[in-house]
């Protein structure tokens, strides 16, 4: 057996050893900055491959920077941090690989960056013990190795759980326009849900609203066993998408040491922005309303990370920004078509103080089948149809022409009314167990 200061070493010890002790010997390999042109600089006199870091020359340090594009020009690199003093000339050092992150148990309570650095002032996670390393780009489990959803999960949100019921595994959107309350709904989601840990990633968010969604809606007993991402708006366009791609190996990790895992990302339509900068930069053509066609090569790439596998589940609870109120928009159509139901929120029920805004007629779940008891289905297609009668002759009955009698649903609607209301609103600090749901949903129903 070989030996190292007199002690003996196994194999693997001795093959780290030669490795290391070649990179330490290995000539030192460096490029120069050639241009720097908005948000991308061009590297010359230097070999890496697409999604490789780079590290260059500045006047604070360190400039971490990712490869873009390659072509016989140079490499086309896009900034994870600010540009400022940056010149031409500046030398560049490729670090071989992708971006890495520490995941592990120990990342239960941390806020992190974009990056997966913690920016909550605990101790630096190189020196915390139990956390591996590990490559940010992972591979969604495959088709036929994927459990079927076939569990509720419960999200404490009474609409939610009886008209969109979740599956553990399964990936829902939550879509509306801006001021609607999304962010407000997944607050309640985290403090609500039944999951064994949570990932939350704030990608985009204004810097004002992070602290306020840790300390308020969030809460200490809800950081405990949460992990948060957070890229605000200001960031570069690299680390606002890297937050994605980190806060999704996190919740892999925890899924593959066989947990139930929460995946919220808030928001979806902002990742697909940061893309669309970062392609544009990148020399891609604009597509439809200026996405270049990287963002809908990008969209299932991410979303199908989530999901069930063989040994854990991930649900994933997407916000997405759709423009104008508009859920035919580009990503809020992309994104319905990749995920497993979505949640409409409307303005009108927002602006009516009613919350959540959660309008269950045009919200579905595709896995309510697999997940609910024939006699839950009944209750709540009873309690659709209800709504959806009363929706109809709602202008009659305001004005006082409609006839009772004319609409069986619509007379027990219309009767039921108050407390279907009070069922559909919640505080936020109001949680509902899943089984407490069905329980009143079928008091209601069936009076």
């Known amino acids: 057996m070989s030996t190292l200061a007199g002690r003996p070493i196994g194999a693997t010890s001795l093959d780290a050893f030669r490795g290391r002790a070649l990179a330490a010997v290995r000539p030192l390999a460096l490029g120069r ?11 010359t006199g230097l070999r890496a491959g697409v999604g490789d870091l780079v590290e260059i020359e500045a006047p604070y340090g360190v400039l971490l920077a990712e490869v873009a594009a390659s072509s ?18 500046a030398a560049v050092r490729s670090t071989g690989g992708p971006l890495t992150v520490r995941v592990g148990e120990a990342l239960r309570g941390r806020v992190l960056d974009g990056l997966g650095r913690p920016v909550d002032g605990g101790p630096d996670l190189e020196l915390v013990d139990g956390l591996e390393l590990v490559e940010v780009d992972g591979v969604a489990p495959d088709a036929l190795s994927r459990p079927r959803i076939d569990t509720q999960l419960g999200l404490g949100v009474r609409a939610l759980d009886a008209l969109v019921p979740c599956g553990r595994g399964q990936r829902l959107g939550i879509m509306a326009g801006s001021g609607v309350g999304k962010s407000s709904l997944l607050s309640m989601i985290a403090r609500g849900t039944d999951a064994e840990i949570s990932v939350i990633a704030l990608v985009g968010e204004r810097g004002r609203e992070v602290r306020e969604f840790i300390e308020n ?25 890297r937050a994605a791609f980190v806060a999704t190996r996190i919740a ?72 104008g109120d508009d859920l035919q928009d580009p990503i809020g159509d992309t994104a319905r078509s990749i995920l497993d139901g979505h949640i409409v929120l409307t303005r009108r029920l927002a602006t009516a103080g009613h919350f959540p805004s959660i309008d269950v007629l045009e919200s579905i779940s595709r896995v309510t089948g697999a997940v609910t008891t024939p006699e839950q ?29 004319t609409e069986p649903d619509a007379d027990a609607a219309i009767a039921r009314m108050p407390r279907i209301e009070a069922f559909l609103r919640q505080d936020m600090d109001d949680q509902t167990p899943a089984a407490d749901t069905w329980q009143l949903l079928r008091g209601l129903v069936s009076a």
């Open 217 to 241: 809606d969030l809460g200490p007993e809800g950081l405990a066993r949460s992990v948060v991402v957070v890229a605000t708006s200001d960031a570069p366009p690299v680390e606002r998408l």
């Open 252 to 323: 892999e990790w925890f899924r593959d040491a066989g947990r139930q895992v929460v995946l919220m990302m808030d928001s979806l339509t902002r990742v697909a922005m940061a893309q669309r900068e970062i392609g544009l930069s990148a020399g891609e053509p604009p597509a439809t309303r200026g996405y270049p066609p990287s963002v809908f090569a990008l969209l299932p790439r991410l979303l199908e990370r989530a999901g069930t596998s063989p040994s854990g589940s991930i649900t994933g609870l997407y916000t997405v920004l759709v423009e």
């Open 377 to 405: 289905r009944g209750d709540a297609t009873l309690l659709r149809r209800m709504l959806a009668a009363h929706r109809s002759v709602k202008e009659l009955v305001e004005i006082g022409a409609y006839v009772p009698g």
């Open 33 to 43: 900055v050639e241009e720097l042109l908005g948000l991308q600089l061009r590297v």
């Open 72 to 89: 016989t020009a140079g490499l086309v690199c896009l900034p994870l941090g600010r540009t400022a003093g940056v010149q031409v000339g």
